[in-house]
């Protein structure tokens, strides 16, 4: 079983529409998680954090779920330049990443 | 500097020639990590230091790869004997501890 599992999608979604969904983490041990995004296999850029509380940066929602081992990302008021791959990490030992496949959102006029 | 930098952008090698590739962390940054990615973006994890010491290299092909991180000089990230399979493009990332880590525009290699 891989350690971070997402959604490759595609969503494609209509401009101003709301966006979401999952990253399920395998282990039960890791204690940091993010958000990148990634363009055209660019390099990473990261999104946000995502802290147990839950966190909000603009159009952006990230929520942890401990207990179901997951985390989310929510995109509100989608914008044409949403459109990339979204990459979860988690970190669990050694202060390495473990990445998901990405999941591809399309944001269309 | 205030990016991660990595050289050079593109490598094109021949079966068993031998690849080489160079991350200079953001300065400040004490751990530099090492990532391969494949296609359909699946990302793995090589190699980690902290300063000059290996971190973590659980990651590592131990046949053919290895790393180093000198002082006062760029992180590399070596291939002897390169095959097909390696092709890929290869990240670094820096952070300052546990946390957020920053990644450098990677460096694609094409073994042939």
């Known amino acids: 079983r891989k350690e971070v599992e997402q959604d490759p999608g595609p969503f494609n979604v209509p401009e101003g529409a709301t966006v979401a969904f999952n990253c399920t983490y395998s282990n039960s041990a890791s204690q940091s998680f993010f958000w990148y995004r990634q363009d055209c296999r660019k390099e990473p850029k990261l999104l946000m954090s995502v802290y147990s509380s839950g966190n909000e940066d603009g159009r952006f929602t990230a929520q942890l779920n401990r207990a179901s081992q997951y985390i989310s990302l929510l995109i509100r008021d989608s914008k044409l330049s949403d459109s990339a791959t979204y990459l979860c990490?988690?970190?669990?030992?050694?202060?390495?990443?473990?990445f998901g496949a990405g999941t591809t959102v399309t944001v269309r006029a | 500097g205030e990016e991660v930098a990595q050289t050079p952008k593109h490598l094109v090698r021949g079966e068993g020639q031998k690849a080489k590739l160079y991350c200079a962390p953001i300065k400040g940054h004490s751990y530099v990590f090492w990532y391969q990615q494949v296609l359909k973006n699946e990302f793995k994890f090589l190699i980690s230091?902290?300063?000059?010491?290996?971190?973590?290299e659980t990651g590592m092909p131990k046949e053919r790869f290895s790393a180093k991180c000198l002082p006062n000089s760029p992180c590399s990230l070596e291939i002897q004997a390169t095959k097909l399979e390696d092709s890929a493009v290869y990240f670094c990332?820096?952070?300052?501890?546990?946390?957020?880590?920053?990644f450098g525009p990677g460096t694609r290699l094409t073994v042939l």
């Open positions: 990332a820096s952070s300052q501890s546990e946390g957020e880590q920053f």
């Open positions: 230091f902290q300063n000059e010491n290996v971190f973590d």
């Open positions: 990490g988690s970190g669990g030992g050694n202060y390495k990443l473990s």
